[in-house]
């Protein structure tokens, strides 16, 4: 057997075990998995089977074709996404503040091997009940040399994901309030625990080029923008509201994000996975 198809037998043996973690939020219109204030996600039927009529509405079959198909309304920032550095980033040239090189990346041009990579699961979750007002607890680069402590050094490719617990609060209804619109509409309660700008800088000088959270964005709930262009102004990228990252361990689990390949975009969702190491 050639060492090719020793990985591929590696990776078929990994999906047969059941040791992939999908770390993807569900999209539904009863979901907050929408920034508050943004294009709402919408989801709806295009054409059905056939032409139907009942107490709770209509269906058409507008293509003639025996299958059914529905249109998306969506944000580019919404549910499990990545930000590209010209979420933040103006382009060279523009006259804006912050404007650089980093500008002219987007969604497009963020090439698969940035998003994948080994994972270190950082456990924030203590924090996640701290602050009030809407403002987010802040991970620093103290609350990291004490992770480093325990688990090692963060290196160069690795893929930091912060674990806080926050996707938790993904419901649907008016209990989903708890995700993002009470933090960042009322002002009530406490915001998603998120690194600032000193840390991110640490994973720069580190080469760390993917950090990933389960909140609902990498910048506190209340003062976003210097977290974000900290990283990003550099080439990082940011994967955003994820789920599931309880189930990884600190170290040894592989990160793995593919997001749709959206020219000029500033971002765009896609499927987060993980591989579990293996138990043998």
């Known amino acids: 057997m ?48 056939e032409q139907r009529t009942d107490g709770w509405g209509s269906v058409r079959n507008r293509t003639g074709a025996p299958y059914q198909t529905r249109w998306l309304c969506i944000d580019e920032h919404t549910g499990t996404h990545l930000d590209a550095p010209a979420h933040f980033v103006p382009e060279p040239g523009s006259g804006l503040p912050d404007a650089g090189e980093a500008g002219r990346i987007g969604m497009a041009d963020v090439a698969p091997a940035q998003t994948a990579g080994p994972a270190v699961v950082v456990d924030v979750s203590s924090l996640a009940e701290e602050g ?10 103290a609350e990291l040399r004490r992770w480093e402590d325990a688990h090692g050094s ?12 926050w996707d938790r609060r993904y419901r649907a209804g008016p209990e989903g309030a708890a995700y993002a619109s009470a933090a960042l509409v009322e002002r009530r309660g406490p915001g998603w625990p998120a690194p600032d700008a000193d840390a991110i800088g640490l994973f720069v000088e580190r080469g760390v080029r993917c950090v990933g959270t389960d909140g609902v964005s990498m910048g506190p709930a209340d003062d976003g923008a210097p977290t974000h262009l900290a990283g990003l102004a550099h080439g990082q990228v940011f994967v955003e509201c994820l789920t599931q990252l309880h189930r990884l361990p600190a170290r040894g ?28």
């Not at 939020?25 to 907050?32: G, K, W």
């Not at 963060?154 to 617990?165: M, Q």
């Not at 689990?253 to 043998?280: E, K, M, Q, S």
Request: one cysteine or more; proline letters at 7%.
């Open 2 to 49: 050639t060492p090719g198809s020793d990985a591929l037998a590696a990776v078929a043996a990994a999906f047969r075990q059941d040791r992939i973690v999908d770390l993807t939020l569900p999209l539904a219109e009863d979901l907050p998995c929408t920034w508050p204030g943004h294009m709402p996600y919408q989801h709806k039927t295009f054409s059905w089977f």
């Open 253 to 280: 689990a592989f990160f793995l994000f593919l997001g749709l390949r959206i020219v000029n975009g500033t971002g765009g969702p896609g499927r987060a996975v993980a591989l579990l190491p293996d138990r043998d």
């Open 154 to 165: 963060i290196r160069a490719g690795d893929v930091v994901l912060f674990a806080s617990g």
């Open 132 to 141: 009030d007002g809407g403002r987010s607890a802040r991970i620093t680069v």
